[in-house]
């Protein structure tokens, strides 16, 4: 049946309220405006982002139907819509690429004016939502929502990918494998022989990980409070693991032990502002460089010896891996068909959309690494 120009009913996760339990409801999803796609979801990860949303920590609006980190089918385009069609593979994207704001053209900005991370505005460009639950309106999430059977985007947050890709898996390569594995080998340029030390170790600090390994970092230390994440983190190329629970020394002091000046890249893979700072008093005072991935509360403030600074060490923050991602992101998932890198590590689980409850018992019990929905 040809649902173009339709309102769609589908299921979708809704959560109504923060820190309230997900609710798999039916939804309705208007068709597609000018400038926007509508897709036939088929695979969601459970991103760290997505708890920061559902906790409340973001600035974001509810009820929402929470899920950015996805892969699909275009199921129909609304007018003007050119760069993807009906039936082409995609994958969501939470940063935009409009190739006309500031940051777009600029040789370096990939944080296009476009997004809706900060503060989550919870609406299309339009400034309206798609989806509606017995006749309430129902905001998206980062102008993406994946956690749902269909799904209204922009134009601009969806990238055509490779007809082969496989998508149970490759919705990673949405969201968690660039912004980790892009801030080791594209933002930060990991060295060959240099020392790392990565500071979580979910999903994003695993695929830093990689990076790091395939940058030809000689040493990478691993910190987290999960010791379940340390032989998964070790099989893919961390040298060291630390619990900074069992420590007797604040983390940064064992690092600067261990290392005897401190790493030359710290990366920030969970977004708590004790992380951060222990990150930047990790790495070497003269070139180490400190990258800020993990996304802090929207009031979180982030407090440094000012000093500190001064003797030329680098801190930076760092979005979906400093790619232009409409321009990047196809290219990864073909690197990872032509076995250039490889994902598959990262994806520990896959369950049924209707277990999606299960899915996030199985991360907050931190036993995941990436637990794809299949839908
Ligand atoms: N910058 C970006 O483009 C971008 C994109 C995606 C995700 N993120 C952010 O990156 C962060 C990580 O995302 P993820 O998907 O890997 O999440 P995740 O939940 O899979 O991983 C977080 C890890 O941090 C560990 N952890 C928690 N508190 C800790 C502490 N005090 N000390 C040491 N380890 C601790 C957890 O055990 C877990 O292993 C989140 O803040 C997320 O919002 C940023
Ligand atoms: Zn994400
Ligand atoms: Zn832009």
Same mark, same amino acid.
């Given at each position: 049946?040809?649902?173009?120009?339709?309102?769609?009913t589908?299921?979708?996760?809704?959560?109504?309220a923060?820190?309230s339990?997900?609710?798999?409801?039916?939804?309705?999803?208007?068709?597609?405006?000018?400038?926007?796609?509508?897709?036939?979801m088929?695979?969601s990860?459970?991103?760290g982002?997505?708890?920061?949303?559902?906790?409340?920590?973001l600035s974001?609006?509810?009820?929402?139907? &929470?899920?950015?980190?996805?892969?699909g089918?275009?199921?129909s385009v609304?007018?003007?819509?050119?760069?993807v069609k009906?039936?082409?593979?995609?994958?969501?994207?939470?940063?935009p690429?409009?190739?006309?704001?500031?940051?777009c053209?600029?040789s370096?900005?990939n944080?296009c004016?476009?997004q809706?991370?900060?503060?989550?505005?919870?609406?299309?460009l339009?400034?309206?939502c798609?989806f509606?639950?017995?006749?309430?309106?129902?905001?998206?999430?980062?102008?993406?929502?994946?956690?749902?059977?269909?799904?209204?985007?922009?134009?601009i947050?969806?990238?055509?990918i490779?007809?082969?890709?496989?998508?149970?898996?490759?919705?990673l390569?949405s969201?968690?494998? &660039?912004t980790?594995y892009g801030?080791?080998?594209?933002?930060?340029?990991?060295? &060959?022989?240099?020392?790392?030390?990565v500071?979580?170790l979910?999903g994003?600090?695993?695929?830093v990980?990689?990076?790091?390994?395939?940058s030809?970092?000689?040493?990478?230390?691993?910190?987290?409070i999960?010791e379940?994440?340390?032989?998964?983190?070790?099989?893919?190329?961390?040298?060291?693991?630390?619990?900074?629970?069992?420590?007797?020394?604040?983390?940064?002091e064992v690092?600067?032990?261990?290392?005897g000046?401190?790493?030359?890249f710290?990366?920030?893979a969970?977004?708590?502002?004790?992380?951060?700072v222990?990150?930047?008093?990790?790495?070497?005072n003269?070139y180490?460089?400190c990258?800020?991935?993990g996304?802090? &509360?929207v009031?979180?403030?982030?407090c440094?010896?000012?000093a500190?600074?001064?003797?030329?060490?680098t801190?930076?923050?760092?979005c979906?891996?400093?790619?232009k991602?409409r321009?990047?992101?196809p290219?990864?998932?073909?690197?990872?068909?032509?076995?250039k890198?490889n994902?598959?590590?990262?994806?520990?689980?896959?369950l049924?959309?209707?277990?999606l409850?299960?899915?996030?018992?199985?991360?907050?019990?931190g036993?995941?690494?990436?637990?794809?929905?299949l839908f």
């Amino acid at each position: 049946m040809d649902t173009a120009g339709k309102t769609i009913t589908c299921r979708a996760a809704i959560a109504w309220a923060e820190k309230s339990r997900l609710s798999i409801e039916e939804v309705q999803v208007e068709p597609p405006k000018p400038g926007e796609v509508r897709i036939r979801m088929l695979s969601s990860g459970i991103c760290g982002s997505d708890d920061h949303v559902l906790k409340g920590e973001l600035s974001v609006k509810f009820p929402l139907i &929470p899920g950015h980190e996805g892969a699909g089918i275009v199921e129909s385009v609304g007018d003007g819509v050119c760069s993807v069609k009906q039936g082409d593979k995609v994958l969501t994207l939470i940063i935009p690429q409009c190739r006309e704001c500031d940051a777009c053209l600029h040789s370096q900005g990939n944080f296009c004016d476009k997004q809706d991370v900060l503060p989550c505005s919870g609406v299309m460009l339009d400034g309206t939502c798609r989806f509606s639950c017995r006749g309430q309106k129902i905001y998206h999430s980062f102008r993406t929502s994946t956690f749902t059977e269909y799904t209204v985007v922009p134009e601009i947050a969806v990238v055509k990918i490779d007809d082969d890709a496989p998508m149970d898996k490759v919705c990673l390569i949405s969201c968690g494998v &660039p912004t980790g594995y892009g801030a080791a080998v594209n933002s930060a340029k990991v060295t &060959p022989g240099s020392t790392c030390v990565v500071f979580g170790l979910g999903g994003v600090g695993s695929a830093v990980v990689m990076g790091c390994k395939a940058s030809g970092a000689s040493r990478i230390i691993g910190v987290d409070i999960n010791e379940q994440k340390f032989p998964r983190a070790r099989a893919l190329g961390v040298t060291d693991c630390l619990n900074p629970n069992k420590l007797k020394k604040p983390v940064q002091e064992v690092v600067m032990e261990m290392t005897g000046v401190g790493a030359d890249f710290a990366f920030e893979a969970i977004g708590k502002v004790e992380t951060m700072v222990a990150a930047w008093n990790s790495c070497n005072n003269s070139y180490g460089v400190c990258l800020i991935v993990g996304l802090a &509360p929207v009031d979180a403030q982030l407090c440094l010896e000012a000093a500190k600074i001064l003797s030329g060490k680098t801190l930076k923050g760092v979005c979906l891996g400093d790619y232009k991602t409409r321009d990047c992101i196809p290219q990864i998932v073909t690197d990872y068909l032509q076995d250039k890198i490889n994902i598959d590590p990262l994806v520990t689980h896959q369950l049924p959309f209707n277990q999606l409850h299960k899915a996030l018992e199985l991360y907050h019990a931190g036993k995941t690494i990436r637990c794809v929905l299949l839908f």
